[in-house]
């Protein structure tokens, strides 16, 4: 006699053990889901844990989630027994001929007790008894006087003999203990540990050997709070390691730990249930049934026997997440979401039109880079003397003209303040040898004869009326070595009929700076003409023509120069080494940039099909989370791909400066993405914000990142970033947390 069916239908309320409540709808229409009790220290009935699965599934898919649940995944399901306890309180086995049948037509109902056991050989009488192994069984690697016999084929796996050892010994392990076999091959006190590596391997592979001492060792594996595995049951990685991510935002997970009003959701109760159980201190990896289960009611399409993008499955979450909240609080709005402006300009009646859209995540695309840019090392000589090296990144087939834009526009980037952007007008681009000019570049040479880190760029005093004035260089001289110790500084002089006097007040300046930098003043002033090889004192011909004037050379002491150079160092830019590695910062200026409009726009100011020029803007404030995806898969009709490029990411400190002032961000997660979209694995880099330490979450696998080490975190398989903004913007906009 059973007892009367109790199934609950899925409507009604599941109570877990810990008492928060959640209700699973809209699966199959009359459905049922089973709460079954299962006993991991079979025979004995302590330690219950419950587990959930639908009545209609059979008994061997409830097999192998029990050999989940219980992490003896490397058993075959054929070495696994079910059982069931009968109302007499007897252990009944469920026979494996009819493991095909349902769980209902199996007659296992709602809050039956269930136990996975193994079956092992217990006489090895009718087998070959050259391939049976005698073993002497302790219970203690220091009690070796005092040992069990056993008898066991040399061809099953070491998990397998492990198992009989258990059970031989009468230990009843719990599923957080793992359990090591120990062997003493020559009876000294040499014993060998076998890892779980080696598992599957036969005694025979193995090399075990007649007559010798095994023993086993189990402990027992503790999880950090934050720092638990999910296991994957089919292709789950995908929710996993975007499920990791999540749970590392500090500020969403502590609302989620501490929230206590969010009974009437569905989704939002069980990821609650989810990061309760993540961040509980515990030696269990977790199992995502119920999140499935109810993901899967609400998504089909996410179901756990397909591989699907993790981003795309961590944007449906969050969204749905503020859907389900947005009554009462608004944290996924607060964190995550942040707005971009798009505006289109007519290129017919320049007029602009703006759209303004809100988004969690920011989508990078790697695919519209243009393959045809190259990179210049400038060195840029600023009107009031000093120097910076910049990287200049520019259309390979352009000009100098085309180079010198690039070389604004990175300069408006790099400066806030509008007074220090130079004119095109007052731009002079030199081939250089070290301080010495070689030549000048005019505007519409071609950048295939400029040679890249011999480049400088001198600002020049804007020139009113170009006609009768040109530039002129002051060059720097070192009177011992003769060697120019700084780039030159230029003058405006008259096209003709240059006297001295017409440079002298520059020169003035000049040296005023070289005094107050080195405390000394220059020997001597020269200029040089074209005309003559000579070099003549300024001072004498302050009142003559310097006829052809080439150049001012100001000389110095080499004391002097040697003080100025170790005074006045040239900055550098950011980065200064040439690398043609693309980088997050070259992603988001292009995907900000103003690009042409593909195709015709209609333009409603001038009732035109016409075209059109788009530029996005990120709009403040920025939000505390700010979610990348580096698109790396791409799709058309017949394919879909995956750009394996390698894109450099900041892991502290990535500066969003140029859109928001103070926006400093910090890296907290990289979702990486292994293979093709199709067969391929996710897993997660998270730092967690107690320990302030990065693990790697692989599953059910957690390692933990040594040193924080960056090498490790920045890798070619980056396909979702997670930056969070550094305090104390945060501390004002959010509530407080540990
Ligand atoms: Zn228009």
């Not at 179901?303 to 944290?331: G, P, R, V």
């Not at 700010?626 to 698109?631: G, P, S, V």
């Not at 924080?708 to 920045?714: A, F, K, V, Y």
Request: charged share 20%.
């Amino acid at each position: 006699m059973r007892r009367t069916f109790t199934g609950s239908h899925l409507n009604d309320v599941v109570r877990l053990d810990n008492h928060y409540p959640y209700t699973i709808t809209n699966v199959h229409h009359g459905e049922r889901v089973l709460s079954l009790n299962l006993c991991p220290n079979y025979p004995f009935v302590t330690d219950i844990r419950r587990i959930y699965i639908s009545e209609s599934r059979s008994c061997d898919q409830l097999k192998k989630q029990v050999i989940d649940e219980l992490r003896i995944r490397n058993k075959s399901p054929c070495d696994v027994f079910l059982s069931f306890l009968d109302d007499n309180g007897t252990w009944n086995g469920i026979n494996d001929a009819y493991s095909k049948l349902s769980l209902f037509a199996s007659n296992i109902h709602d809050n039956d007790y269930i136990a996975a056991h193994f079956r092992y050989v217990q006489q090895p009488l009718s087998i070959d008894s050259q391939a049976v192994l005698s073993f002497r069984l302790c219970r203690n690697t220091r009690l070796k006087h005092s040992f069990i016999d056993m008898y066991i084929r040399a061809t099953v796996t070491l998990s397998y003999l492990k198992a009989i050892a258990i059970d031989k010994l009468n230990i009843y392990t719990k599923p957080n203990e793992t359990v090591t076999l120990l062997l003493n091959k020559d009876n000294n006190d040499l014993w060998i540990a076998f890892d779980s590596k080696v598992e599957d391997c036969t005694l025979e592979e193995l090399e075990f050997r007649n007559n010798s001492y095994i023993c086993v060792d189990i402990k027992s594996i503790t999880y950090l709070p934050g720092v638990r595995g999910l296991r994957n049951t089919g292709n789950t990685c995908f929710m996993n390691s975007a499920l990791q991510c999540l749970s590392n935002v500090p500020q969403l997970t502590e609302y989620f730990l501490t929230s206590t009003d969010i009974s009437h959701t569905r989704i939002a109760c069980v990821y609650s249930e989810l990061i309760k159980a993540l961040w509980s201190e515990g030696s269990l990896s977790l199992a995502l049934d119920t999140f499935t289960l109810v993901i899967q009611a609400d998504l089909p399409r996410f179901d756990n026997y397909k591989q699907h993008d993790a981003q795309e499955f961590m944007n449906y979450l969050i969204n749905i997440l503020h859907t389900e909240l947005a009554s009462q609080s608004t944290i996924i709005t607060d964190l995550f979401y942040g707005k971009i402006r798009s505006t289109v300009h007519c290129l017919t009646c320049k007029s602009n039109e703006s759209t303004t859209e809100v988004v969690s995540f920011l989508p990078l695309p790697l695919t519209n880079r243009k393959k045809k840019q190259r990179l210049f090392e400038i060195n840029h000589v600023k009107l009031n003397g000093d120097r910076q090296s910049c990287i200049i990144e520019t259309d390979s087939n352009g000009t100098v003209s085309t180079l010198l834009h690039s070389f604004i526009d990175y300069c408006i980037n790099e400066n806030q303040d509008d007074n220090d952007i130079p004119d095109l007008e007052s731009l002079i681009v030199a081939k250089m040898n070290g301080n010495d000019v070689k030549s000048q570049y005019s505007l519409d040479e071609s950048l295939k004869s400029v040679v890249d880190n011999q480049i400088s760029v001198f600002e020049v005093p804007l020139m009113i009326s170009k006609h009768d004035r040109m530039y002129t260089p002051c060059l720097f001289l070192d009177n011992d070595s003769h060697c120019y110790f700084r780039p030159p500084i230029y003058l405006v002089t008259p096209k003709s009929n240059c006297y001295g006097q017409d440079v002298a007040y520059q020169i003035q300046k000049i040296i005023k700076h070289i005094v107050s930098v080195t405390g000394e003043r220059p020997t001597d002033v020269f200029w040089t003409s074209y005309s003559s090889n000579y070099q003549r004192h300024l001072v004498s011909s302050m009142n003559e023509n310097l006829y052809s004037l080439k150049s001012i050379i100001i000389e110095t002491s080499h004391l002097c120069a040697k003080a100025y150079t170790s005074k006045s160092k040239q900055s550098s830019a950011s980065n200064t080494s040439i690398s043609q590695e693309l980088t997050l910062s070259n992603l988001m200026d292009d995907f900000l940039k103003e690009a042409d409009l593909d195709g015709q726009y209609y333009c409603s100011k001038c009732k035109l099909q016409t075209a059109a020029k788009q530029k996005s803007e990120l709009c403040s404030p920025l939000p505390p989370i700010i979610i990348i995806q580096l698109k790396r898969f791409t799709y058309d009709i017949y394919s879909s791909d995956k750009i394996d490029t390698f894109i450099d990411y900041p892991v502290n400190n990535f500066d969003l400066g140029q859109y928001e002032k103070d926006a400093i961000y910090d890296l907290i997660s990289v979702i990486n993405h292994m293979g093709t979209l199709s067969s391929g694995h996710y897993l997660t880099y998270s730092k967690n914000h107690r320990t302030q330490k990065w693990y790697s979450f692989n599953d059910e696998v957690i390692r933990e990142i040594k040193d924080n080490d960056e090498g490790q975190l920045i890798t070619k398989n980056a396909y979702v970033l997670v930056y969070m903004r550094q305090k104390p913007q945060l501390e004002e906009q959010l509530i407080s947390f540990t």
